[in-house]
Antibody, heavy 122, light 107 residues
Framework: EVQLLESGGALVQPGGSLRLSCAAF????????MSWVRQAPGKGLEWVST????????YYSDSVKGRVTISRANSKNTLFLQMNSLRAEDTAVYYC???????????????WGQGTLVTVSS | DIQMTQSPSSLSASVGDRVTITCRAS??????LAWYQQKPGTVPKLLIY???TLQSGVPSRFSGSGSGTDFTLTISSLQPEDVATYYC?????????FGQGTKVDVK
């Protein structure tokens, strides 16, 4: 069964940095685009970033562009999100999500991790 | 950037009722639209992709329609387990956008 396990969430001070990881199991990780989606407490879903299957192409929301880097290690079936210059408004549960079809950006997310909580506060 | 506007923001209906949620895109997104269900305290679940294709394992009472800018999620006969917040999402381009959500309750 497909599984996505996020880790790395923590309480961090404004201006700090954090690296989130998402370990993937039971699918051909290297064939699928992967994304991070976040959800602030009591709020809706917000797309953060997507990386292509090879890692060569990356896409970011305007709210994180320049502060966040998405990457992947296909040899380790792991997705990453490096977050710098964190702000209070980055406080959210961060989900990693798998694009349904292989080798395409243009599809929905068929599997989601359980999420990891990032809290930005002094 | 594409804006996705869902309506209503919340609704309450009786068991067995037909429920319709709409999602309007600020520009043509072809059929690059998905619907998700998120029950309280749980992870989003994919219901519909490609505007109208039912994800495997999703009950047939859920259906999606539309293309271009106007889309609809329909629950043909509302069940107690359908209490959740429903989100539309476009993956037509970057940045991707989710609708603000529609909270569905049972009377």
């Amino acid at each position: 069964e497909v599984q996505l396990l996020e880790s790395g969430g923590a309480l961090v001070q404004p201006g700090g940095s954090l690296r989130l990881s998402c370990a993937a199991f039971e699918f051909t990780f290297s064939s699928h685009f992967m994304s991070w989606v976040r959800q602030a407490p009591g709020k809706g879903l917000e797309w953060v970033s997507t990386v292509s299957s090879t890692g060569r192409n990356t896409y970011y929301s305007d709210s994180v562009k320049g502060r966040v880097t998405i990457s992947r290690a296909n040899s380790k079936n792991t997705l990453f999100l490096q977050m710098n210059s964190l702000r209070a408004e980055d406080t959210a549960v961060y989900y990693c999500a798998k694009v349904r079809a292989s080798e395409t950006y243009y599809d929905a997310y068929d599997y989601w991790g359980q999420g990891t909580l990032v809290t930005v506060s002094s | 950037d594409i804006q996705m506007t869902q309506s209503p923001s919340s609704l309450s209906a009786s068991v067995g009722d037909r429920v319709t949620i709409t999602c309007r895109a600020s520009q043509d997104i072809r059929y690059y639209l998905a619907w998700y269900q998120q029950k309280p305290g749980t992870v989003p679940k994919l219901l519909i992709y490609g505007a109208s294709t039912l994800q495997s394992g999703v009950p047939s009472r859920f259906s999606g329609s539309g293309s271009g800018t106007d889309f609809t999620l329909t629950i043909s006969s509302l069940q107690p387990e359908d209490v959740a917040t429903y989100y539309c999402q476009t993956y037509d381009s970057a940045p991707q956008t989710f609708g603000q959500g529609t909270k569905v309750d049972v009377k």
